[in-house]
């Protein structure tokens, strides 16, 4: 079992729409969750970050953990084609092995206008 | 600022050559990472230093694979000899804290096919 699991899509919506992106994960150690963005060639950026359960608002972007069912996802309000971009969940442990990021497979988002 | 650099952007090899990848940081950063995409795959770690120090190596996939980081500042990964499956995009990052990666900022990646 992999320990972070994230459906690739693709993802197609029409511009405006709500995005609803999410993630499992299998390893309870995990304590920090974030959200990259990724543009076609492009290095992930950081979107998002959070610690622990809980939600977190930034603009048009929310970012949800549920720590309870190892759940995570990342809404999109009145999403824009320059949305349009692979976005990738990452996770890491507290601690342990300090800077070591755990990575979903992305998913592939196209905001069409 | 300079964000992460990394040199080349795209190499092909033939099986059996040597391959250097370059990172550079940026700068005052002293955590930095190598990671790599293989086609289809997430993203995966293959190591962490701390300055000039090798923090963790468990993700380096064999002893073809070598990592230098001397004088603290930019890193070098060597693969030697390439293989087919070492074809992938490897992303290099680097952070500021010393505790947590809240914030790594990655680089545009070197793609690397091995034919």
């Known amino acids: 079992q992999k320990e972070v699991e994230q459906d690739p899509g693709p993802l197609s919506v029409p511009e405006g729409a709500i995005v609803s992106l999410n993630c499992t994960y299998s390893n309870s150690a995990f304590q920090y969750f974030m959200w990259y963005r990724q543009y076609s060639r492009k290095g992930p950026e950081l979107l998002m970050y959070t610690y622990s359960s809980g939600n977190k608002e930034d603009g048009r972007f929310t970012a949800q953990v549920d720590k309870s069912s190892k759940y995570i996802s990342l809404f999109i309000r009145d999403s824009q084609p320059s949305d349009s971009a692979t976005y990738l969940c990452a996770m890491s442990v507290r601690g342990s092995t300090l800077g070591r990021l755990y990575f979903g497979r992305g998913t592939q988002l196209t905001v069409w206008p | 600022e300079a964000g992460v650099t990394q040199f080349p952007s795209h190499s092909v090899i033939e099986k059996g050559q040597t391959v250097t990848l370059r990172c550079d940081p940026i700068s005052g950063h002293d955590n930095l990472y190598w990671y790599r995409r293989v086609m289809g795959k997430e993203i995966k770690f293959l190591l962490h230093?701390?300055?000039?120090?090798?923090?963790?190596e468990s993700g380096m996939p064999n002893n073809r694979f070598l990592a230098e980081r001397t004088g603290g500042t930019y890193s070098t990964l060597k693969v030697q000899p390439a293989e087919l499956e070492d074809s992938g995009v490897y992303f290099c990052?680097?952070?500021?804290?010393?505790?947590?990666?809240?914030?790594?900022?990655f680089g545009q990646g070197t793609r690397l096919t091995v034919v």
């Open positions: 230093f701390v300055k000039e120090s090798k923090q963790d």
């Open positions: 990052a680097s952070s500021q804290g010393g505790q947590l990666n809240t914030e790594a900022f």
